[in-house]
T-cell receptor, first 115, second 112 residues
Framework: GAVVSQHPSRVICKSGTSVKIECRSL??????MFWYRQFPKKSLMLMAT?????????EQGVEKDKFLINHASLTLSTLTVTSAHPEDSSFYIC???????????FGPGTRLTVL | SQQGEEDPQALSIQEGENATMNCSYK?????LQWYRQNSGRGLVHLIL?????REKHSGRLRVTLDTSKKSSSLLITASRAADTASYFC????????????FGQGTRLTINP
């Protein structure tokens, strides 16, 4: 299947700093990318949907100013957690798909720990 | 809530037995997908079944879809210890932004 990478795989930061997570589709062009958050032993919660070249659509309850999403190209989307707090500590997973009714491929996830 | 519901939440069986997990959803779907996740890792796509399909096979996996009951099942035959993982169903709804919404998942443990 198609490959989606995430970088970094693990990051530890101090409270108040910003962290950027990259998501790349390696062998296909992703018109749409998604960002999910997953707490331990819980399911994935969709945070936002981003289409290349347009603003991301955030799910209800997700602060757009806190979680900045940029989908600058068909192979790259970034999630920036601004002014991170310990409660932002979580497993962040991105996914990408080539188009509607296509399979959605997931990155390996980024574990964020905010001290 | 649009999220699917899965049952059981946890399933523990002996190696070699079959494992069946169920997923229900509430509104009309475009397709339904099953994923696997090992602890602390990313998701692995298993099978996509479209709304006009009733059954699909992939190796030891069999997925059924009953749109009249708004439910799907994932059967893993001849289970192996390596099948131990969490399994999630996810639906793409017919209306809206075509986003993938995940169920709560089933934690499957295969005992050697």
């Amino acid at each position: 299947g198609a490959v989606v990478s995430q970088h970094p795989s693990r990051v530890i930061c101090k409270s108040g700093t910003s962290v950027k997570i990259e998501c790349r589709s390696l062998d296909f062009q992703a018109t749409t990318m998604f960002w999910y958050r997953q707490f331990p032993k819980k399911s994935l919660m969709l945070m936002a949907t981003s289409n290349e070249g347009s603003k991301a659509t955030y799910e209800q309850g997700v602060e757009k100013d806190k979680f900045l999403i940029n989908h600058a190209s068909l192979t790259l989307s970034t999630l920036t957690v601004t002014s991170a707090h310990p409660e932002d500590s979580s497993f962040y997973i991105c996914s990408a798909r080539e188009g509607l009714d296509y399979e959605q491929f997931f990155g390996p996830g980024t574990r964020l720990t905010v001290l | 809530s649009q999220q699917g519901e899965e049952d059981p939440q946890a399933l523990s069986i002996q190696e070699g037995e079959n494992a069946t997990m169920n997923c229900s959803y509430k509104t009309s779907i475009n397709n339904l997908q099953w994923y696997r996740q090992n602890s602390g890792r990313g998701l692995v796509h298993l099978i996509l079944i479209r709304s006009n399909e009733r059954e699909k096979h992939s190796g030891r996996l069999r997925v059924t879809l009953d749109t009249s009951k708004k439910s799907s099942s994932l059967l893993i035959t001849a289970s192996r210890a390596a099948d131990t993982a969490s399994y999630f169903c996810a639906t793409v709804f017919r209306r809206g932004a075509q986003k993938l919404v995940f169920g709560q998942g089933t934690r499957l443990t295969i005992n050697p």
